[in-house]
């Protein structure tokens, strides 16, 4: 027997920044050009992109190979895509010195994000977010997937990107759905992190919903805070990072289940509301903390109950295939209070009884 | 303009075993289930270890899930298949509690790898190479991949295995065309890293025919340790990992362009033989030093010309696909020495003209 060890050295630490303003993104592209000097540039977008002008207007007279998403929304958002990225990629003869610059939602940035982790093992992405869910959440903290045909991120990569920019005035031409839905993401920032953060929500909603530039780039600025200091913490969803996925184990359920007739955000609101249900199960919050988020989650007109269509039977069996599972049931994040995680011998994700699961489902 | 900066922080050294033996492979799983304990494990295999009795060796009663590859081979390393791994895993409900094992050569490897690296963002997977050519060299060092329809390893990643056991008795199984041209990416470690090592191949090359596991362990024993240093100073291929590629750069387009009837290491000894008369085009190298490389290869039956029916235009264009091309076209590996890498300016892939290459090519 002859043995040898391998010694993999540590990575380095790794910097990237957010810029967060009003529109800025007709500035960018010299800067991306400059900053990635000696790359060649592959933009991944969506045919909303296109039509919004967003595209145009982000590469002025810049002739860069492009990738646009169609049709747009989760549902493009798959194995067979990313393939196309990649099959794209390849046909351009771009090599590993390529940049992807991914510019669209939340998807756009899921599934840009992931072909560039796995492109010829990898190559630089950087990300401009163009919806309320992919400016507050989805473009920050390097998470990529792709859904496969059984179930949603089957196939994904922790991967970061090399910059954030966020323009706000892109949410001005957002259809009103998918801009208060994308805002379930704050409201869950919000319950997670800082309880200041859900008061400025509740007392600005008005101006968020009016799209004002100063309070949207400041509640981006909240999220982007509240993500990162995860995202530091725990950049690879040892434990800690779990709390970002308060509302996600029922909220991904209900989201594949609607076969995506409903939004991420939409299905994550639901998700919320049966997350606060457990907890009053649990005996871990009074009635009156469930109004409150109850409250503001109707006032950005998402769903609060589930669409009656739906069984608990296939919603059982989705949450067993929750990508976080073990032992084929996951466990749930619960809050304690607004602004603090319940975390039990410092775990952040608790065991719930799938009967007690299935009790809420049925109320819900 | 608001601002905020993510850090990510550095990730830790990691260490992994490589255990080098003969008959092993009967007493592994007990030691992989303690190991592991508390992961559910998942089997990737071929039809070429079923048959040959492995699989089951391995596995003793142990009842677990497999995944077996069909048909065996570069024929299957593909998307799809790496598709067709993760639905099978996921249809099994499977989540990140789960270790990959992958038991076969390259292909396997390179497969299993793959699916690991992305299969819910990323799970453990231990190698168990059985081939000459995974025991020299794939199963060490972390990259995974599988091609797309355009070109090799269009997908892939840089994911460390937890455990590499390397059983040199499975190797009596392996057909003699197989066993051969796994050996060529043993001379390549000689010519890369070990001037000695070259004379041992040289010396004991009857030996290692005869598959006199002695033997067999050591020349095993020597790849990994320079597979190991070269991955060691370099795990994400920055610079020194390059050395790797000598012969790959010719070796991939022949590979590819012969629609995979050349097997990996025969395209590899072509590729071997074109650096080679590159070397002595760039008076790198006296024509003694190619004879001395080229009495090696045809002692192991490897093809050391390019096959009649292979264009130079194709192989051009294959070249210029090739991962590692910048601005569309790959730099070369190149020797100084046996067992010296020529490495002008500290690069260790050099430039070489698309002229030159396409006079070699006609040459070879």
Redesign the interface.
């Known amino acids: 027997?002859?043995?040898?060890?391998?010694?993999?050295?540590?990575?380095?630490?790794?910097?990237?920044?957010?810029?967060?303003?009003t529109d800025?993104l007709g500035e960018l592209w010299p800067r991306i050009e400059a900053d990635f000097n000696g790359y060649n540039k592959f933009v991944v977008t969506d045919e909303n992109l296109v039509s919004a002008g967003h595209l145009g207007k982000l590469l002025g007279k810049s002739d860069v190979p492009a990738f646009v998403i169609s049709p747009p929304g989760e549902i493009s958002k798959n194995?067979d895509t990313a393939?196309s990225i990649?099959?794209t990629m390849?046909?351009a003869?771009l090599?590993?010195?390529t940049l992807v610059v991914a510019l669209g939602g939340g998807t756009v940035g899921d599934i840009a994000g992931?072909a560039a982790?796995?492109?010829?093992?990898?190559v630089p992405v950087i990300q401009i977010p163009t919806t309320t869910v992919a400016q507050a959440d989805s473009s920050?903290?390097?998470?990529t997937?792709v859904d496969?045909?059984?179930?949603k991120?089957?196939?994904?990569?922790?991967w970061?990107p090399a910059a954030v920019y966020i323009d706000v005035a892109t949410l001005t031409t957002l259809d009103d759905r998918q801009f208060k839905a994308g805002l379930v993401e704050s409201v869950k920032h919000a319950l997670i992190a800082d309880s200041e953060y859900f008061d400025f929500l509740q007392n600005n909603l008005d101006a968020v919903l009016d799209r004002n530039s100063d309070v949207l780039?400041?509640i981006?600025?909240f999220n982007?805070?509240i993500k990162?200091n995860v995202?530091?913490a725990d950049?690879?969803?040892q434990n800690k990072r779990r709390i970002l996925n308060y509302g996600h184990t029922i909220g991904h359920a209900v989201e594949t289940a609607s076969g995506f007739e409903l939004l991420h955000g939409e299905a994550v609101a639901i998700g919320i509301i049966g997350a606060g249900m457990i907890e009053i199960e649990l005996k871990l919050a009074p009635q009156e903390r469930l109004e409150r988020v109850r409250q503001i989650l109707e006032k950005l007109d998402v769903p609060v109950k589930l669409p009656p269509n739906l069984a608990e039977k296939d919603l059982i069996d989705l949450i067993?295939?929750?990508?976080?599972?073990?032992?084929?049931w996951?466990r749930f994040v619960l809050l304690n209070d607004i602004g603090q995680v319940y975390c039990p011998d410092g775990q952040y994700a608790v065991d719930v009884a799938p009967e007690l699961a299935e009790k809420v489902l049925k109320k819900l």
């Open positions: 027997m002859l043995e040898h060890e391998i010694k993999i050295p540590a990575s380095q630490a790794k910097c990237y920044p957010i810029e967060i303003g800025t194995i393939v990649i099959e390849e046909k003869y090599g590993r010195d992931f982790a796995v492109f010829k093992r990898g920050v903290g390097g998470k997937g496969s045909s059984v179930s991120n089957a196939f994904g990569a922790f970061h780039e400041k981006t600025h982007c805070k990162g995202v530091e950049p690879c969803e067993k295939h929750d990508k976080k599972a073990v032992n084929k996951p």
